[in-house]
């Protein structure tokens, strides 16, 4: 099966608190993985994507970065957090090539 | 910015009753995309449709794209209670070999037994 892990799957942090939040891909090779955020009543929010090992492409200027140190392992972090951050995190798979995506579970963020 | 918007924002029908959600978009596109989203979960893919075609099924939905009018609808015949959930447009542009999606706000859909 192609599986995404994500996690945490809910998290509460303090504003100006680090984050990292990690996404794992089982049964797939070279995938692109992609990280979107969700609003509360909104779709979603592209914020990263990669198309291999080191390669980040960043949709929209933040205090977030991403980073992938391995074929299956995408990371989302941050080193200090904004109230605007909180949001629902999902991250996803598709592979190389245009097509339909496969997302994680989320990981709920609440910053406090 | 949302290059999908779908209409309406909310719909609220009878089990057996279909339910129809339209999306518009503004550039060009390779394919559109619909999902579905239970609440407080992940996006499930329902199906996709390439620039190329016009209508496409899987099981008790029905896509159409109009490229002209820049459209799609998405239609669930015989809804049932566990068709509830959220469900988006999403537009893959024309990039270099790669999928990027714009997801509109999304459509609620509450199916009451």
């Known amino acids: 099966s192609q599986t995404i892990h994500q996690w945490p799957a809910t998290l509460v942090q303090p504003v100006g608190s680090p984050l990292s939040l990690e996404c794992t891909v089982e049964?797939?090779?070279?995938?692109?993985l992609y990280w979107y955020r969700q609003a509360a009543g909104r779709g979603l929010q592209l914020l990263f994507y990669?198309?291999?090992?080191?390669?980040i492409s960043s949709e929209v200027p933040q205090n977030l970065s991403a980073s992938r140190p391995q074929d299956r392992q995408f990371i989302l972090s941050s080193k200090k957090l904004l109230l605007s951050d909180s949001g629902f995190y999902l991250c996803a798979r598709t592979d190389t090539g245009v097509g339909e995506q496969y997302f994680g579970p989320g990981t709920r963020l609440t910053v406090t | 910015s949302q290059q999908g918007e779908e209409d309406p924002q909310a719909l609220s029908i009878q089990e057996g009753e279909n339910a129809t959600m339209n999306c518009s978009y503004k550039?060009?596109?390779?394919?559109l995309q619909w999902y579905r989203q239970n609440s407080g979960r992940g996006l499930v893919h329902l199906i996709l449709i390439r620039s190329n075609e016009r209508e496409k099924h899987s099981g008790r939905l029905r896509v159409t794209l109009d490229t002209s009018k820049k459209s799609s609808s998405l239609l669930i015949t015989a809804s049932r209670a566990a068709d509830t959930a959220s469900y988006f447009c999403a537009t893959d542009g024309k990039n270099s070999g790669y999928s990027t999606l714009t997801f509109g706000k999304g459509t609620m859909l509450l199916v009451s037994p």
């Open positions: 049964g797939t090779s070279n995938p692109n």
């Open positions: 990669s198309v291999g090992i080191g390669q």
């Open positions: 550039t060009s596109i390779n394919n």
